[in-house]
């Protein structure tokens, strides 16, 4: 059973989401994710004020072997990157659901309803699935 | 290294063990209109002896000019070591190996390679070279706009005096990629860009500034200026740049108060011959904080797991292996042997025997500009410092005028007309510390004989 707060929405591409009081979301990757990736050595994401589709990828994280689009798990406007990462991208492998979160996004209208999130239980089956 | 060549029986173990009954199956998925087929107009093989026949008569055809051609590729001394070093076996490959870690030898020298071209240009950090200074100042355009975040426009400032080839270089290369390049003019009467041509810029959204130094023309931008009115605006200086000339000028990363944020250039001038065009290598550099869009392999030294140093391919994860159609480049071939000689040419140069050389240069050119213009007929277009090229001005229509020298063995320059048809009756000539003071006698002679021959317009 992977590291799976209840509290989250989750993407088939390994994202997770998090409803803030004011409305934005914050996006990250899953703690399986970056287990997969191995140790992150560099983190780009979006600038504040960028416009992005559902599904579009927004965000890149580099390990030593492989680099990674993030997707935009939903349509809305960039409020935020994390600017911590450009100096400490290690803080998405040490806590992927707190310090290493990469974005924060206001939805546009309808976008959050219209996202194809998926709960932890439903996230836990696409890994699962994964299992070979 | 053995050269096993597959047996037939190979072949058809090979072809079985997948199911397929002939080579020629494997691509049957190419649709048929989309196969050349035969090519028309390539003649029938020549054996090795028919080969060597007909290239000696074509090198005997061609004789041996005496050149005064520059235009983007340089005649200079190579001192012998240099090839007898770079085709030693253990140098002898195009490229950076496939399993890069068990060559410490090579990466080594790549390593090397990649430190003097830092040193050189003045920047942070080099590649391990690309194809030729043409792609690699399209792949430039591509790295400027990754890395210049603030603009969203992908618009290139490309003055006119950039090598018309890699302007067009860089719009076949990026321009489906949605980059847009704009020219800006020069002035007409000095042949480097101006702060008048910047003017309906001061206040738009680009990309990035290409300036090439010194520029087609052999004149010295005011590179300081320039550099400082882009960043003033944020836009990202492309500096391309002569590796010889850097010897004398100012490097790019000290262009203005920042520096430029990319430099790349022909590497030919540092130890390839000129060989009818190629193959040659491009170089390319840029800042640290934008190393992770730079594209090509790029070495790094280490310490192994013993605590030895060592040398290994570094930020693969950008590269087209890892990253596949999102890598910086899928064309950043290096080319390993040429790099090679490079780095040889100027570990036996050094930073002395390079200054002499580029100084030389400098010397010859001034020497052969003073000698043409004293021709009847004959005036220096731009006038102003340049480094080993310049742009004469004749008083009638210069092909006749080269055909005429080439009869007699000199190669006069190179005819903008076609390049720069407001130029007129112009022609970009150069030398190098390759020539004498006797064989610019000898062009200022026949020259003059020329003209006196071929009628004025």
């Known amino acids: ?132 | 290294m053995a050269f096993i060549p597959h047996t037939e029986a190979d072949v058809a173990a090979m072809l079985a063990a997948i199911g397929v009954a002939r080579i020629e199956d494997l691509f049957d998925e190419i649709p048929p209109e989309l196969r050349v087929g035969l090519l028309a107009g390539v003649p029938e093989a020549l054996n090795e002896m028919e080969i060597g026949r007909l290239m000696s008569e074509r090198a005997r055809a061609d004789g041996i000019a005496l050149s005064f051609l520059g235009a983007g590729a340089y005649e200079h001394h190579i001192p012998a070591a240099v090839w007898a070093i770079t085709t030693r076996g253990e140098f002898y490959s195009a490229y950076t190996p496939y399993q890069a870690e068990a060559s410490q030898g090579t990466l080594q020298l790549t390593y090397e390679y990649q430190t003097m071209i830092a040193r050189l240009t003045g920047m942070e950090v080099a590649n391990a070279s690309l194809y030729d200074g043409a792609s690699a100042t399209a792949e430039a355009a591509l790295m400027a706009v990754r890395a210049n975040r603030k603009s969203k426009s992908a618009r290139i400032l490309v003055p006119t005096t950039l090598h018309p080839h890699y302007r067009r270089v860089a719009v076949a290369t990026a321009s489906n990629q949605g980059l847009r390049f704009e020219e800006l003019p020069y002035g007409p009467q000095e042949g480097v860009i101006t702060t008048a041509a910047l003017v309906p810029y001061d206040a738009e959204d680009i990309t990035a500034l290409v300036i090439q130094q010194p520029n087609f023309f052999g004149r010295l931008e005011e590179v300081d200026a320039l550099t400082d009115w882009a960043h003033a605006r944020g836009i990202l200086v492309i500096a391309v740049v002569n590796p010889t000339a850097l010897a004398l000028l100012k490097p790019p990363g000290e262009w203005g108060t920042r520096g430029a944020d990319i430099a790349v250039g022909e590497g030919q001038p540092l130890g390839v011959p000129l060989s009818s065009g190629g193959p040659y290598f491009g170089f390319m550099t840029t800042r640290m904080e934008h190393v992770r869009q730079m594209p090509g392999r790029i070495v790094g030294r280490t310490l192994d797991a013993a605590g030895k140093e060592g040398f290994t391919l570094t930020l693969q994860a950008r590269e087209q292996h890892i990253r596949r159609a999102k890598a910086t480049s899928n064309i950043c071939t290096n080319q390993g042997l040429l790099m090679t000689a490079a780095t040889v040419y100027l570990s036996l140069m050094g930073p002395q025997g390079l200054t002499r050389t580029a100084a030389a240069a400098h010397a010859r050119t001034r020497e052969l500009i003073a000698a043409l213009t004293r021709v009847p007929g004959v005036r220096l277009a731009f006038p102003g410092p340049y480094f080993h090229e310049a742009v004469l001005q004749l008083d009638r229509a210069v092909a006749p005028v080269l055909k005429a020298l080439a009869a007699r063995g000199i190669l006069g320059g190179l005819d903008l007309s076609a390049y720069y048809p407001e130029l007129g009756n112009a022609l970009l000539v150069c030398a190098t510390e390759t020539k004498t003071s006797a064989d610019i006698d000898r062009y200022r002679g026949a020259l003059s004989e020329t003209l006196q021959g071929v009628r004025a317009a």
């Open chain 1, 1 to 132: 059973m992977s590291n799976l707060p209840a509290d989250l929405k989750y993407t088939k591409s390994h994202e997770w989401v998090r409803t803030l009081p004011d409305g934005t979301v914050e996006i990250g990757i899953t703690d399986h994710a970056q287990h997969e990736l191995g140790d992150l050595v560099f983190v780009e994401v979006p600038d504040a004020g960028r416009v992005v589709k559902a599904d579009e990828p927004c965000a890149v994280v580099e390990s030593v072997k492989a680099a990674s689009d993030v997707y935009a798990p939903i349509a809305g406007e960039i409020t935020a990157g994390n600017p911590k990462l450009a100096a400490e991208p290690e803080a998405v492998n040490a806590d992927p659901y707190g310090e290493g979160w990469l974005m924060r996004l206001r939805p546009a209208p309808g976008a959050l309803d219209a996202a194809a999130l998926l709960s932890p239980a439903q996230y836990q089956q696409v890994l699962d699935a994964e299992v070979h």
